[in-house]
C-alpha cells in the first residue's frame, strides 16, 4: 500500500492508470478496506470499461458487496462476470455461477437457487471435485432448511419433512466423497442426522467436523444440543460456553444455554442468558423467547429478595460461574493453533444411550427453526474462493493487458467545431479497438465528491430563507425566481392565498371521489420524533439511533388509504382521551376543513405519542404507520383539474413551461416532469436524498397538519456521502435518516424549518433534504429544471458520478441535450458550450462506433434504420444502466428484445452474430441539429435604435 502511496505521489496521474487502479483496489481488499476498495475497481471500469480483467473486477466487486450484505448489488455483479464472455477471469463459469447460487439463496430465492445447483451438477464433465462437493453441500443444506408447502395434513407433513431430511443426508454424503477436508460439510451432515435422533451418528459427524475446521461457534452450539438430549447436562454446558467463547453475540448458543438452565431449576441464570440472546435482534426474531423473558421476570418479581439468595444451588455452577471453568482442550489447541488436533477428539465424552423422547426441551429448534442465514452467514463462510482468486491474479505476466491504442481523434473542441471538421479527424483515425465510452465533463475529470467547504459562519443551525408573499405581483416577480436560485432551499409562504390556488383538488376527500381505485404505494414505518431513528434489529435497551432507516413496500388504493388516514386520527384522538396529562380535545372541533381533510381546529398540532420520543421505551410501544407516497398524477385524462390548477404557478416553477428543461425529455419521467402525490398520517417520513441528477423540487403542503423538513446545502454532500458510507449505507440508492449530532461534529449546517398548509418550498439544485409529518397531510411535488449553467453542469456532473457507481440516471441527459439543442435558443454563453459540448462528445462517439463496426464487421453487421416514435422513452443498456444514445445494440432475453451498450453487446457475443444494430437518427440529422445549434445573440439597444432609425 505505501508503493501505492508513493507511486501516486510521484504522479497524480495514475488516479486514470486501469493497472494502478486494479492494483491498488486488490491491496484495499487485502486488507478490508471495502469502501475504499470498492471506488479503485469502480474507477477501473470507469477509466477503461474495456479493461482486460474488467470480469475480475466485476468478481471481486461482487465478493465485497456480498460480504456487505448488499446481495442485489452482489449479484449484479457476478452476473455481469458471467455474462462477459472475452475477459479473463480467475474463476470459472461454473464457479460463478454457485456464486451466483449462494448469492440466491442469501436473498431467500431457493428455487432458483435450486435449479441452479443441480443444473451445475449435470456438469461433472466440465467441475472439478472440490467445486462439486461445494455445489452438492449446499444443495444438500437447502434441502434441510427449505420449507415445505401446500401440505396441510400434519401426519403428511411429518412424513415429507422426513424424506427431505433424508434427501439432504444422501447429497451431504456425495458432497463428503467429493471433498473429504470440507467440515462445514460435516457440521451440515450432523445436523440432518440430530433432526432424525441419530445422535449417534451426529456425534461422530461433530467430532469430524471439529477434526478438519477451525473454531466455530455453531460447531459448539449444535454439539451442546446433542449432549443435552442425552442429559449430558455438564457437557452441554461446556460447549455452549466454549460457542460463547468463540462468539460473544451467537444469540442461538445464549438461547440454549439459558434452555439448559431452566430446564436444571436455574431461573434466575436462564433470564440472564436469554436477555443475552435477544441483544441486537428484531421483537420478531423469536417471539416466544420474548414472551417467557417476560414470563420469567414475572415469576422473578413475586419472590422476595432475601429469599432468592436461600433457595437451594442448583446442578450446574452459576452462568458468571460457568465462564471461568477449564476450556477443553479441543479450543485451546485450536486457540494457540496446535499441529495436532487429536486433542480434539479424544476430549470429547462420548454419549449416553438415554431415552430422549421425554426431553421438556429437545433442541433448540423447537422454540426456533434455525432460519438458513443463521448459518449462511455467520462464521461458516467458506474462504477457498477468495484465496484461490488471489493465487491466480498474481500472475508471472509482466503485463496485464496490451497497451490500448489510443481510438479518439486528438481534436480539441471549440463551439465552433463544426461536424466536418470532427468527421474529417475521424475518418482518418483507425483502431481495432472498440471505442471507449466518452465524458461527457468538459476537463474529463474523473467525477468525485466536493472538498469539504471551509466554515464561515460557526451557526450550525442557520435561519431557512424564506420569503412571505402577499401579492400576485410578489409571486410573478422575477426577483423571487432569482432569490430561489440563489438559495440552497427556500420556503414560499402565501403563495396558495395570492395566487387563488384551490389546494382541495388535492385534498383527500376530492381524491376518493375522483379516481378512489387509483393506486398508491405504501411504506410501512415507525412513527418516531425528528431527530430520532432507531435500530429496530436490536433489543436492546435504551435503543440506538442509525442512519438506516428501515420500512417496507407494500400497495393499496386511494380509498383504502384515505380509510386508514381517518382511522389513525380516530386512534390517535382515543389515546390522547385517555392520557389525563394532556389537554382535552375541543369538541366543537371539525373533521372536515376547507381543504377536505382531517384535522383537530384547523390547526397544525404535533402528534407524537409520548412513548415515541422516549429511548428507554420498548419497541412495541412504539406506533406503526403506513406513508403513502408516489400516487402519479401524470395522467391528463383523469387529473385534468389539479393540473390545470398548477398552471396559476410562476413559471419556473410550473411542471408544464419552456424554461422547465425536464420538459424537452419528450417523455413522462414519473416524479420529476409529472406531478407526484403524498399522503400522510403523523411521523410518515421521507428519507434523506438529492433528486434525481441533482434537478430543483417543488414541494406544496395541501394540509391541514404541517411537516418539518430537514436540508443541507449542495456543496456538503460529500461529506454525507463519507457518512453514509460510515454508517454502512448506499449515499445514491440507500434509505437513510440523518443523525443531527454526526452532522453537527461534521461542520455541516443544516437548516430545519416547519412547512404549513399553502406553503410551497422550493429545493434548490443538488440540495440533500429529508422531510417528516407533524400531523395528517398530502403533499404534492415535481422537479425543475432551470435554464441555467449551474444546474446543467451539476446534472452532468452527477450523470458521470452514477456512471461511476454503476447508478442508473433517471434523467437521460444526452437525449436532453440533443432535444434542447432542437428546441431552444440559448443566450447564454456558458450553458451553450456545456451543450455543445455534450453534442460533440455524443456525435463523436457515434461517428467511432459506425466507424469501428464498419471497419471489423463490414458487411456482416447490418445498422438498420428504426425511427423513434412519439413519447418513446430514452434508453438504456440492461447490464450497465448506462443511457444508449442513438445506436442501439438488440438481444433477446427470454423472448423479450432487450438494448445492450457496445461494450456490453461485445461482452455477450464478440462477433456480434446474435445482436441486431440499430440507429434511430441519421448521422446527417445529428451532424445538421449539430452545427445549427449556435449561441442565440439577443439584440442590443443600439441596434434596435439604428434600425428604428433607418426604417
Known amino acids: 500500500l505505501s508503493a501505492y502511496q508513493a507511486a501516486y505521489a510521484l504522479d497524480t496521474k495514475l488516479n486514470q492508470n486501469p493497472e494502478f487502479l486494479f492494483g491498488l483496489g486488490i491491496v484495499y481488499h487485502h486488507y478490508g478496506a471495502d469502501n475504499h476498495a470498492i471506488r479503485a475497481y469502480q474507477q477501473v471500469l470507469y477509466v477503461d470499461s474495456q479493461f482486460l480483467r474488467r470480469s475480475d473486477v466485476h468478481l471481486r466487486l461482487g465478493l465485497i458487496y456480498k460480504k456487505l450484505g448488499d446481495y442485489s448489488s452482489s449479484l449484479k455483479y457476478f452476473q455481469r462476470a458471467l455474462g462477459d464472455s472475452t475477459s479473463t477471469c480467475s474463476l470459472t463459469r461454473s464457479e460463478l455461477s454457485y456464486l451466483i447460487g449462494f448469492v440466491y439463496e442469501q436473498q431467500g430465492h431457493l428455487t432458483e437457487a435450486e435449479n441452479l445447483y443441480e443444473k451445475l451438477l449435470q456438469q461433472q464433465d466440465i467441475i472439478s471435485t472440490k467445486l462439486e462437493g461445494k455445489i452438492l453441500r449446499q444443495l444438500g443444506w437447502l434441502y434441510f432448511y427449505a420449507p415445505i408447502t401446500n401440505n396441510s395434513n400434519t401426519d403428511n407433513l411429518n412424513l415429507e419433512r422426513e424424506n427431505q431430511i433424508k434427501k439432504a443426508i444422501n447429497t451431504l454424503e456425495q458432497a463428503c466423497k467429493s471433498d473429504p477436508t470440507c467440515g462445514i460439510t460435516y457440521y451440515y451432515l450432523g445436523r440432518c442426522y440430530a433432526a432424525l435422533r441419530k445422535h449417534t451418528e451426529a456425534f461422530y459427524t461433530y467430532r469430524n467436523c471439529v477434526d478438519k475446521l477451525d473454531q466455530n461457534a455453531d460447531v459448539w452450539c449444535s454439539i451442546g444440543v446433542l449432549y443435552q438430549h442425552q442429559n449430558q447436562t455438564m457437557d452441554a454446558l461446556q460447549a455452549f460456553v466454549c460457542a460463547i467463547q468463540i462468539d460473544n453475540k451467537h444469540a442461538i448458543a445464549w438461547m440454549d444455554l439459558g434452555i439448559l438452565y431452566e430446564t436444571s431449576g436455574q431461573a434466575q441464570d436462564a433470564l440472564f442468558c436469554y436477555k443475552k440472546a435477544i441483544l441486537d435482534k428484531d421483537e420478531s426474531w423469536n417471539p416466544e423467547l420474548i414472551n417467557r423473558i417476560n414470563q420469567l421476570q414475572s415469576c422473578l418479581a413475586q419472590i422476595p429478595e432475601g429469599a432468592i439468595g436461600k433457595q437451594p444451588r442448583g446442578p450446574l455452577p452459576k452462568v458468571e460461574d460457568a465462564f471461568t471453568l477449564p476450556i477443553p482442550v479441543e479450543l485451546t489447541a485450536k486457540q494457540q493453533q496446535m499441529a495436532t488436533t487429536s486433542s480434539a477428539t479424544t476430549s470429547l465424552p462420548t454419549p449416553t444411550s438415554t431415552n430422549v423422547s421425554n426431553q421438556p426441551y429437545s433442541s433448540s429448534s423447537e422454540i426456533l427453526p434455525p432460519p438458513s442465514s443463521s448459518i449462511l452467514t455467520s462464521n461458516i463462510k467458506p474462504s477457498i474462493d477468495v484465496i484461490r482468486i488471489d493465487k491466480r491474479l498474481l500472475t508471472n505476466d509482466q503485463s496485464i493487458r496490451p497497451k490500448r491504442i489510443k481510438t479518439e481523434p486528438t481534436l480539441l473542441f471549440t463551439s465552433n467545431t463544426s461536424s466536418n471538421d470532427l468527421q474529417k479527424i475521424i475518418k482518418h483515425s483507425s483502431s481495432p479497438l472498440p471505442p471507449l465510452p466518452v465524458s461527457y465533463l468538459p476537463d474529463g475529470h474523473i467525477p468525485k465528491p466536493p472538498p469539504i467547504p471551509k466554515m464561515t459562519s460557526f451557526d450550525l443551525n442557520p435561519a431557512t430563507p424564506s420569503v412571505i408573499l402577499e401579492t400576485r405581483r410578489e409571486a410573478t416577480s422575477t426577483q423571487l425566481q432569482q432569490y430561489c436560485f440563489s438559495q440552497p432551499i427556500c420556503i414560499v409562504r402565501g403563495i396558495a392565498n395570492v395566487l387563488k390556488l384551490d389546494l382541495g383538488l388535492f385534498s383527500t376527500k376530492t381524491l376518493v371521489e375522483s379516481q378512489p381505485d387509483h393506486p398508491i404505494e405504501v411504506r410501512t414505518q415507525r412513527q418516531q420524533a425528528t431527530d430520532e431513528n432507531f435500530d429496530f434489529t436490536s433489543m436492546t435497551t435504551p435503543l440506538k439511533n442509525v442512519w438506516k432507516y428501515q420500512s417496507t413496500r407494500s400497495y393499496t388504493t386511494i380509498a383504502k388509504y384515505a380509510q386508514y388516514q381517518a382511522y389513525s386520527y380516530h386512534d390517535m384522538v382515543k389515546d390522547e382521551l385517555n392520557e389525563p396529562i394532556l389537554p382535552s380535545i375541543n369538541t366543537n372541533s371539525s373533521l372536515i376543513t376547507n381543504s377536505n381533510m382531517i384535522m383537530t381546529n384547523g390547526t397544525s398540532k404535533k ?330 445573440l439577443l439584440p442590443t439597444l443600439n441596434s434596435t435604435t439604428r434600425s428604428i432609425t433607418n426604417t
Request: charged share 20%; glycine share 6%; aromatic share 12%.
Open 607 to 936: 402528534v407524537t405519542n409520548n412513548k415515541t420520543s422516549n429511548t428507554n421505551s420498548s419497541i412495541s410501544s412504539i406506533r406503526v404507520i403506513k406513508s403513502g407516497t408516489n400516487v402519479d398524477l401524470s395522467d391528463e385524462r383523469k387529473w385534468a383539474a389539479q393540473l390545470s390548477e398548477l398552471t396559476k404557478l410562476p413559471l419556473f416553477m410550473r411542471v408544464v413551461s419552456a424554461g422547465n428543461l425536464l420538459l424537452h425529455d419528450g417523455y413522462t419521467v414519473l416524479g420529476m416532469n409529472s406531478v407526484q402525490l403524498y399522503m400522510k398520517v403523523p411521523g410518515s417520513r421521507t428519507p434523506g436524498c438529492q433528486e434525481n441528477n441533482n434537478f430543483c423540487a417543488i414541494n406544496i403542503n395541501i394540509g391541514p397538519g404541517d411537516c418539518e423538513w430537514f436540508a443541507v446545502a449542495n456543496e456538503y454532500w460529500g461529506v454525507i456521502h463519507t457518512l453514509c458510507e460510515k454508517n454502512g449505507v448506499d449515499f445514491l440508492t440507500g434509505s437513510w435518516w440523518p443523525i443531527l449530532d454526526d452532522l453537527y461534529d461534521a461542520q455541516v449546517p443544516v437548516y430545519r424549518f416547519i412547512q404549513k398548509p399553502g406553503d410551497l418550498v422550493f429545493v434548490n439544485t443538488g440540495c440533500i433534504y429529508w422531510v417528516q409529518s407533524i400531523g395528517w397531510c398530502n403533499n404534492i411535488s415535481w422537479n425543475a429544471g432551470p435554464l441555467t449553467y449551474n444546474q446543467y453542469y451539476a446534472s452532468i456532473e452527477r450523470y458521470e458520478w452514477n456512471r461511476l457507481c454503476s447508478c442508473k440516471s433517471i434523467v437521460p441527459m444526452v437525449h436532453l441535450s440533443w432535444n434542447i439543442a432542437r428546441n431552444i435558443r440559448i443566450n447564454d454563453r456558458h450553458l451553450f458550450e456545456l451543450i455543445k459540448f455534450i453534442l460533440h462528445q455524443s456525435l463523436k462517439y457515434i461517428q467511432l462506433t459506425l466507424s469501428y463496426l464498419e471497419q471489423q464487421f463490414g458487411r456482416g453487421v447490418d445498422v438498420r434504420k428504426q425511427l423513434r416514435t412519439l413519447h418513446e422513452p430514452a434508453h438504456y443498456c440492461i447490464t450497465c444502466d448506462y443511457e444508449v444514445f442513438n445506436i442501439l445494440f438488440i438481444t433477446e432475453i427470454d423472448r423479450k428484445h432487450v438494448v445492450r451498450c457496445l461494450d456490453c453487446a461485445l461482452q455477450y457475443d464478440k462477433q456480434l452474430e446474435n445482436v441486431v444494430v440499430l440507429y434511430q437518427f441519421t448521422l446527417d440529422d445529428l451532424k445538421t441539429v449539430y452545427d445549427q445549434f449556435q449561441l442565440y
